[in-house]
């Protein structure tokens, strides 16, 4: 596990390095810590760095193919520090053969006061799941933090492409909201494969290729779904309606240290036409990266409805 | 039929320990219990029926909210063990709050007295015996669930204004949601002021996917009164005799609400009957029941300013739920609750104007075990307001008695401490291996405190306010020719 320092690296000010974990991760190598329940203030406050990036189990929902989708999250309490977790024995899935879609990279607190990163993977579980439990795992300076996702409790059930209960009060006698912000809008990554991509579960597009130190313009396309698509309960919001959306750019995968964006996140108004939104991101170490973009119509604290797209991204020297 | 005697002894156990706390005063079974016995038969027919009757019926009848009725002996007589621990245990009538510290009057106590624990549990004990039908107290004619208002016994009369919100389908097995709903008032031409407001599910069904609402009174110029916050398990909001709120031609209801679906579809209609002043007899004072605080202000957390979710419109989701006009409610007070331990929150609230408190209100979520409230005043004295017990499914709004409203001058500090179990001993835990976060769903986790405060516009009415306190204090504790106490 490797820490970086979020807001010196987007500065400029410091060439990024591979550091070692931090002083009291030494310092725990030879006075144990008490367990978890005897932490708990530590846990809890955020710092400027030196504290644990937490998993957080966000809920399930059914795919059309009789499938479920797991989705996780987490809860970094670091304000400028950046962790870098590789898959593997602190960074893994288990059973092992849910293992490999997890982030590698974990953001520090937002400037805009975000502490969750809500629903950033899934993995997608068979139908006859039942009760077994897939476990994430993060292990920060020799703690293991854990949580388990599952599709047992209904109350973690989530929406995925439509707000479910609020469409289906469009037509009661309560003020309708507009269709379209009660959806995952429909995503297409220009420039890369062309693919459209709509829901959480997300998909993974590219690979553009990029020279070290230089900007990288990725541009994405984002539409409401066709009327065919908003399922039985919602009606096409009528012409001329703007519908607010958000994209939030965060690096996902790839060699340790952050990649900066010119924007992490930008608002807009949305239509019935597609708008093109363009974010150029810069990267100083080559290797190979995935970025996400999280395209939200709703919100996040109420789990619906966004989409995941992930571009892959070469890095040359 | 069994025979039994009641006894003296209090069996509730929180007294107890406190009594053990003032000096070796706990009550012990035994010999001296046995001396403090009478002879007298405890029975059903004349000693626990209206107790039934006065606490409890009003939940536990045909067609309302209590899963079994308890109006007859042969309703009652299988329920016995059961009833006796839950009451012993205070679990029931819900009234969760601490009865051994801090205040302890409130306007809508529903809860038993020592003594008719007492007499339930010594019923029991004695194998619930049913004894002379002639003294049954003749049973009780309840109307229909939408006739009954439960502050009209308090109130002397129903209300004066009814609002319903637009139904609303909960379907079956969704996803939590918090839909957007708006009211017109009707049947007012002038301003009136609200002495009283409660709030019900307007079907008995409407209960079982309720998980809260935040009714405002929305005025014509856009602004929002949130004083008539309620939850699943609260009644609503009586003001004290001298303060209320406006209400205006042209307001609307607000509902603000957040519902969760069960196995089936739900048509969820809420309902807020109000109690006005007479016209042209407005209160002394304007409530302001939408001040509350985070728990966890004082961790670091409660920094955020302008919180990316709510930066969307009203017409996205969920409504206008930007900051409060009041800095120091903060609304992203996040939390992390890990797996399978408990955990604290503490939150301060600094008293810039000196206020009287009318109404507090917990809300934890399923973890919550309790909160406390104590305040710090400017001189340095400490106290312990109340120790909230916490009950996601009774989610109570204690109003303060008028004459017991704690006052608060300014300067004051509030501290809120809340108390989370997150282990499998907690019955409402749906999974105690979860991290739990700060979140609007049932399952993610909330931490702030609800107060209805009436602000004094000057110190003078404050020290008035604290003049016919301690005058009243005096009358009840009449000063000894020695100078001191009657205790």
């Given at each position: 596990?490797?820490?970086?320092?979020?807001?010196?690296?987007?500065?400029?000010?410091?060439?990024?390095?591979?550091?070692?974990?931090?002083?009291?991760?030494?310092?725990?190598?030879?006075?144990?810590?008490?367990?978890?329940?005897?932490?708990d203030?530590?846990?809890?406050?955020?710092?400027?760095?030196?504290?644990?990036?937490?998993?957080?189990?966000?809920?399930?929902?059914?795919?059309?193919?009789?499938?479920?989708s797991?989705?996780?999250?987490?809860?970094?309490?670091?304000?400028?520090?950046?962790?870098?977790?590789?898959?593997?024995?602190?960074?893994?899935?288990?059973?092992?053969?849910?293992?490999g879609?997890?982030?590698?990279?974990?953001s520090?607190?937002?400037?805009?006061?975000?502490?969750?990163?809500?629903?950033?993977?899934?993995?997608?579980?068979?139908?006859?799941?039942?009760?077994?439990?897939?476990?994430?795992?993060l292990?920060?300076?020799?703690?293991?933090?854990?949580?388990?996702?599952?599709?047992?409790?209904r109350?973690?059930?989530?929406?995925?492409?439509?707000?479910?209960?609020?469409?289906?009060?469009?037509?009661?006698?309560?003020?309708a909201?507009?269709?379209?912000?009660?959806?995952?809008?429909?995503?297409?990554?220009e420039?890369?494969?062309?693919?459209?991509?709509?829901?959480?579960?997300?998909?993974?597009?590219?690979?553009?290729?990029?020279?070290?130190?230089?900007?990288?313009?990725?541009?994405?396309?984002?539409?409401?779904?066709?009327?065919?698509?908003?399922?039985?309960?919602?009606?096409?919001?009528?012409?001329?309606?703007?519908?607010?959306?958000?994209?939030?750019?965060?690096?996902?995968?790839g060699?340790?240290?952050?990649?900066?964006?010119?924007?992490?996140?930008?608002?807009?108004?949305?239509?019935?036409?597609?708008?093109?939104?363009?974010?150029?991101?810069?990267?100083?170490?080559?290797?190979?990266?995935t970025?996400?973009?999280?395209?939200?119509s709703?919100?996040?604290?109420?789990?619906?409805?966004?989409?995941?797209?992930?571009?892959?991204?070469?890095?040359?020297? | 039929?069994?025979?039994?005697?009641?006894?003296?002894?209090?069996?509730?156990?929180?007294?107890?320990?406190?009594?053990?706390?003032?000096?070796?005063?706990?009550?012990?079974?035994?010999?001296?219990?046995?001396?403090?016995?009478?002879?007298?038969?405890?029975?059903?027919?004349?000693?626990?029926?209206?107790?039934l009757?006065?606490?409890?019926?009003?939940?536990?009848?045909?067609?309302?909210?209590?899963?079994?009725?308890?109006?007859?002996?042969?309703?009652?007589?299988?329920?016995?063990?059961?009833?006796?621990?839950?009451?012993?245990?205070?679990?029931?009538?819900?009234?969760?709050?601490?009865?051994?510290?801090?205040?302890?009057?409130?306007?809508?106590?529903?809860?038993?007295?020592d003594?008719?624990?007492?007499?339930?549990?010594?019923?029991?004990?004695?194998?619930?015996?049913?004894?002379?039908?002639a003294e049954?107290?003749?049973?009780?004619?309840?109307?229909?669930?939408?006739?009954?208002?439960?502050?009209?016994?308090?109130?002397?009369r129903?209300?004066?204004?009814?609002?319903?919100?637009?139904?609303?389908m909960?379907?079956?097995?969704?996803?939590?949601?918090?839909?957007?709903?708006?009211?017109?008032?009707?049947?007012?031409?002038?301003?009136?002021?609200?002495?009283?407001?409660?709030?019900?599910?307007?079907?008995?069904?409407?209960?079982?996917?309720?998980?809260?609402?935040?009714?405002?009174?929305?005025?014509?110029?856009?602004?929002?009164?949130?004083?008539?916050?309620?939850?699943?398990?609260?009644?609503?909001?009586?003001?004290?005799?001298?303060?209320?709120?406006?209400?205006?031609?042209?307001?609307?209801?607000?509902?603000?609400?957040?519902?969760?679906?069960?196995?089936?579809?739900?048509?969820?209609?809420?309902?807020?009957?109000?109690?006005?002043?007479?016209?042209?007899?407005?209160?002394?004072?304007?409530?302001?029941?939408?001040?509350?605080?985070?728990?966890?202000?004082?961790?670091?957390?409660?920094?955020?300013?302008?919180?990316?979710?709510?930066?969307?419109?009203?017409?996205l989701?969920?409504?206008?739920?930007?900051?409060?006009?009041?800095p120091?409610?903060?609304?992203?007070?996040?939390?992390?609750?890990?797996?399978?331990?408990?955990?604290?929150?503490?939150?301060?609230?600094?008293?810039?104007?000196?206020?009287r408190?009318?109404?507090?209100?917990?809300?934890?979520?399923?973890?919550?075990?309790?909160?406390?409230?104590?305040?710090?005043?400017?001189?340095?004295?400490?106290?312990?307001?109340?120790?909230?017990?916490?009950?996601?499914?009774?989610q109570?709004?204690?109003?303060?008695?008028?004459?017991?409203?704690?006052?608060?001058?300014?300067?004051?500090?509030?501290?809120?401490?809340?108390?989370?179990?997150?282990?499998?001993?907690?019955?409402?835990?749906?999974?105690?291996?979860?991290?739990?976060?700060?979140?609007?769903?049932?399952?993610?986790?909330?931490?702030?405190?609800?107060?209805?405060?009436?602000?004094?516009?000057?110190?003078?009415?404050?020290?008035?306010?604290?003049?016919e306190?301690?005058?009243?204090?005096?009358?009840?504790?009449?000063?000894?020719?020695d100078?001191?106490?009657?205790?």
């Open positions: 596990m490797l820490r970086v320092p979020h807001v010196l690296v987007l500065t400029g000010t410091l060439v990024l390095a591979a550091t070692a974990a931090c002083p009291s991760a030494a310092l725990g190598q030879l006075v144990p810590r008490p367990p978890i329940t005897q932490q203030w530590q846990l809890r406050t955020v710092r400027e760095s030196g504290q644990p990036v937490i998993p957080i189990f966000e809920g399930w929902y059914p795919e059309e193919n009789g499938t479920y797991l989705c996780f999250g987490f809860f970094s309490l670091n304000r400028s520090e950046a962790l870098h977790i590789p898959v593997g024995p602190d960074n893994f899935i288990e059973p092992a053969r849910f293992d879609s997890q982030p590698t990279h974990f520090p607190l937002g400037a805009d006061g975000m502490t969750r990163e809500y629903c950033v993977f899934t993995v997608n579980v068979p139908s006859d799941i039942a009760d077994e439990r897939v476990w994430w795992n292990q920060v300076d020799g703690h293991t933090y854990r949580v388990p996702g599952h599709i047992t409790a109350p973690w059930r989530v929406d995925n492409l439509v707000n479910s209960v609020a469409a289906a009060s469009m037509g009661s006698e309560a003020e909201p507009v269709a379209g912000s009660l959806v995952a809008p429909v995503v297409t990554l420039g890369a494969s062309g693919r459209v991509v709509r829901g959480k579960s997300g998909a993974t597009a590219g690979e553009l290729t990029v020279r070290a130190g230089s900007g990288l313009p990725i541009t994405i396309s984002v539409a409401l779904p066709e009327e065919d698509e908003l399922g039985d309960d919602l009606d096409p919001d009528e012409e001329g309606v703007l519908v607010r959306q958000l994209v939030k750019w965060t690096k996902f995968r060699p340790e240290g952050v990649v900066r964006f010119s924007r992490d996140t930008i608002e807009f108004e949305l239509g019935p036409e597609p708008v093109e939104q363009t974010v150029m991101a810069t990267f100083r170490e080559p290797g190979n990266y970025l996400l973009a999280q395209v939200l709703g919100s996040f604290s109420s789990q619906c409805c966004w989409t995941n797209a992930y571009v892959n991204v070469r890095v040359e020297q | 039929m069994g025979t039994t005697t009641r006894s003296s002894r209090v069996a509730v156990l929180p007294l107890q320990l406190a009594a053990l706390a003032l000096g070796g005063l706990l009550v012990l079974p035994g010999a001296a219990v046995s001396q403090a016995q009478t002879e007298e038969e405890v029975t059903f027919a004349r000693d626990v029926a209206p107790i009757q006065e606490k409890c019926e009003t939940c536990h009848r045909e067609g309302s909210i209590g899963p079994m009725p308890l109006t007859t002996y042969d309703e009652v007589r299988p329920w016995a063990p059961l009833i006796k621990e839950k009451v012993v245990s205070l679990v029931m009538p819900p009234w969760p709050i601490d009865r051994t510290i801090g205040v302890q009057r409130f306007k809508n106590d529903r809860s038993l007295s003594e008719q624990i007492q007499t339930i549990s010594d019923w029991a004990d004695a194998g619930a015996p049913l004894g002379d039908v049954l107290p003749a049973p009780l004619e309840w109307p229909e669930w939408s006739d009954v208002w439960r502050f009209e016994e308090e109130l002397g129903p209300p004066d204004l009814v609002v319903s919100s637009p139904a609303y909960v379907a079956a097995n969704s996803a939590d949601d918090w839909p957007w709903l708006e009211s017109q008032i009707e049947g007012i031409d002038e301003q009136r002021w609200i002495k009283a407001a409660e709030f019900r599910p307007g079907t008995a069904d409407t209960w079982n996917v309720f998980h809260h609402a935040n009714p405002g009174i929305v005025k014509l110029d856009g602004t929002s009164d949130g004083s008539l916050r309620q939850t699943r398990g609260n009644e609503g909001t009586i003001y004290a005799d001298d303060s209320g709120t406006p209400l205006d031609p042209g307001d609307i209801v607000r509902w603000n609400m957040h519902m969760y679906a069960i196995d089936r579809d739900v048509d969820a209609v809420l309902q807020l009957g109000f109690w006005l002043y007479p016209k042209d007899e407005p209160p002394t004072y304007r409530a302001d029941g939408a001040d509350g605080f985070s728990c966890s202000q004082y961790t670091g957390h409660g920094f955020a300013s302008d919180p990316l979710p709510w930066r969307f419109g009203p017409e989701r969920g409504g206008p739920r930007g900051l409060s006009t009041n120091q409610v903060v609304r992203q007070g996040d939390l992390l609750l890990p797996p399978n331990s408990w955990a604290t929150y503490r939150g301060v609230y600094v008293m810039d104007r000196a206020a408190l009318e109404i507090a209100r917990a809300h934890l979520h399923l973890r919550g075990r309790y909160q406390i409230l104590e305040a710090v005043y400017p001189d340095g004295r400490w106290e312990v307001i109340n120790k909230f017990h916490f009950d996601h499914d009774w109570t709004g204690f109003l303060y008695e008028d004459d017991a409203m704690p006052l608060f001058p300014k300067g004051t500090v509030l501290i809120v401490t809340g108390v989370f179990d997150n282990t499998a001993d907690n019955p409402h835990n749906p999974d105690p291996d979860q991290w739990v976060v700060r979140g609007d769903r049932t399952v993610d986790s909330m931490c702030h405190f609800r107060m209805g405060l009436t602000y004094f516009e000057t110190e003078e009415e404050f020290q008035a306010a604290v003049d306190r301690e005058a009243l204090l005096r009358r009840e504790r009449p000063v000894s020719d100078g001191g106490g009657d205790e």
